[in-house]
């Protein structure tokens, strides 16, 4: 049998719930990164607000060897070193007393959401069991997390779902203040929504969503999954709004794009998840444990995170540029390298075109939606590569304004 790969291999192997561009990617190294036929492309996307420190990061790869050659898994019948630095470090540096480990956003939410419900099943009744969440919020794809996330379309063809969810408006605190009740266990929302088009949350209405959850006996928990490890400029965003969660969940930029996830609790919300309640074979593992611990050991600095405002106003100016030579933002936006620039109604849908069009100029580049470019880099991208990279976003935008003029 040929070992070789193509990406037509793609389409007779994989299942097809991804459409790859027609690229693969080889080689990474800092935010720079090669194809097959060796092409170069500088990485605005960061692998979706993964790779916070770049590819290829050398203590993170020298962790990873070494970690390597000592042990790789062990079940959560043992626990291991790697996992309870990892612990220590992350209880810390927060404002929860413990941490539970899981393999991806979703699982982190999916014991988030279990936990909630299992806290108001011990302190107050099992009725107390409803989530609020919020329209076009984001929470992963298992089925809970579908269904507390607020876009119809990732449920659709999978009910019956988790009952029990309700949603309202993001930043409208009056929508919030119409279902929340005493059977509300917990409201759930991003401090600044990722995939629902790069909206942060406005600070008084954080507050005012705090306060609403303690008058209900809820509690409050912030999916930081994208907008944690320092991706907003804090380690973690809710430091800015200055509002603190009962629980958090953290993923992505956490292993640099070795998969290992976080939720963390107060100690007496944590107390809800005895023995046997929850698990996961793989969680806390002590390869991803010692990754994740490099990581927060390298992002948690005054030095990177200062420079992550420099490099956010770079993005800014940068972008604030191109709109004014060719109007076609409505909006630039974000905290941090978390940055939306939501297009002129003119070019409504067109995000993906202009992510195209990046990519066949050297350039990775996301989307938040249909309507929103969306730029997550590596937390230490050189000022160099920013600039570079926003040649290549000028030849692309003028791309997909001519695509779109003919279209
Ligand atoms: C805010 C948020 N929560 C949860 C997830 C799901 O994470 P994962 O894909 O690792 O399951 C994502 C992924 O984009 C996200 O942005």
């Known amino acids: 049998m040929s070992t070789e790969v193509t990406r037509a291999t793609f389409n007779e192997v994989m299942v097809p719930n991804y459409a790859p561009s027609e690229i693969i990617p080889v080689r990474g190294e ?6 097959k036929e060796d092409k170069e492309y500088i990485d605005f996307a960061g692998g979706i607000a993964v790779t916070a420190l770049g590819h290829s990061h050398p203590t993170l790869v020298n962790i990873m060897r070494e970690q390597a050659g000592q042990i790789w898994h062990l079940s959560n019948v043992l626990t ?3 996992a309870l630095r990892l612990a220590k470090k992350l209880t810390e540096k927060t404002f929860a007393d413990r941490a539970f480990f899981a393999n991806s956003g979703a699982e982190a939410n999916e014991a988030a959401f279990k936990l909630v419900r299992r806290y108001a099943f011990d302190h107050f009744s099992p009725e ?19 269904s507390v996330g607020g876009q119809a379309k990732y449920k659709e063809g999978f009910e019956p779902t988790p009952a029990g969810i309700n949603h309202c408006d993001y930043n409208d605190i009056e929508q919030l203040k119409a279902i929340i009740s005493d059977k509300t266990c917990a409201v759930v929302m991003e401090p600044i929504q990722g995939e629902g088009g790069v909206i942060p949350a406005d600070k008084e209405f954080a507050q005012q969503v705090r306060d609403l959850c303690d008058q209900h006996n809820a509690l409050l928990v912030f999916d930081e999954v994208q907008s944690g490890v320092g991706r907003t400029g804090t380690l973690y965003a809710y430091e800015q709004l200055g509002v603190t969660p009962d629980v958090l969940t953290t993923a992505k930029a956490l292993g640099n794009g070795f998969p290992v996830s ?3 609790a107060t100690e ?11 698990g996961s074979t793989y969680g806390g593992n002590p390869m991803a444990c010692a990754i994740a611990e490099g990581v927060i050991d390298i992002v948690d600095t005054p030095e990177i995170l200062s420079g992550i405002q420099e490099r956010h106003d770079l993005f800014k100016s940068e972008l604030n540029n191109l709109n004014e030579k060719y109007n076609i933002f409505q ?10 620039a939501e297009l002129i109604d003119s070019f409504a849908g067109k995000a993906g075109g202009f992510v195209s069009a990046a990519e066949k ?9 249909p309507n929103v470019l969306r730029f997550a880099p590596s937390l230490i991208i050189p000022k160099e590569d920013i600039t570079e990279g926003f040649a290549r976003l000028e030849k692309a935008v003028i791309q997909a304004i001519e695509n779109t003029a003919a279209a």
């Open 30 to 35: 800092g935010s720079r990164v090669w194809d």
């Open 268 to 278: 007496k919300v944590a107390n809800s998840m005895v023995a046997g309640t929850h």
């Open 128 to 146: 107390k069991n409803e989530i609020i969440a919020f329209n076009k919020s984001f929470h992963g794809r298992t089925l809970f997390t579908v």
């Open 80 to 82: 291991n070193e790697p």
């Open 331 to 340: 909006e630039v936006r974000g905290m941090g390298l978390l940055i939306g």
């Open 361 to 369: 100029e050297g350039l990775f580049i996301l989307v938040a939606g």
């Open 262 to 264: 976080a939720m963390l």
